[in-house]
């Protein structure tokens, strides 16, 4: 089971440098063009997200359930997107993020106890 949470992990890694791009990208590099423009730039780059994620998850349940997906999913969603806010978007970190990050420590302590 470590080896399928290690491999889906590292999928959905790769997933969601794609789809913080495609949610969150267009702010920054697209922002004086049409929300037309901005929505087709991010659905072109969402499609390299699925090509990933959905694998991901089909190998993942070969072991895991779908909480447990779901608990890597949002842990990894947040650990691709803290560098993204902080170094792209440059927003402040806060201590409150690392409070954030602890609660989702204990979902993850939770789903695979």
Known sequence: MLKVAIITALMLVC?????????YGHLKF????PWIVAAVASWGIA?????I???ANRYGYTA???????????????TVFA?????MMHQPLKLDYLW???????AVYFAFR
Do not use: D, H
């Open 30 to 33: 697209l922002g004086a063009r």
């Open 100 to 106: 954030s990050a602890l609660c989702l420590i204990g």
């Open 15 to 23: 997933s969601n440098l794609f789809m913080t791009f495609a949610w």
């Open 83 to 87: 560098p993204f806010a902080v170094f």
């Open 64 to 78: 895991l359930n779908v909480v447990q997906l779901k608990v890597i999913q949002e842990v990894v969603a947040l």
């Open 53 to 55: 994620q959905v694998p």
């Open 47 to 51: 499609l390299f997200e699925y090509l």
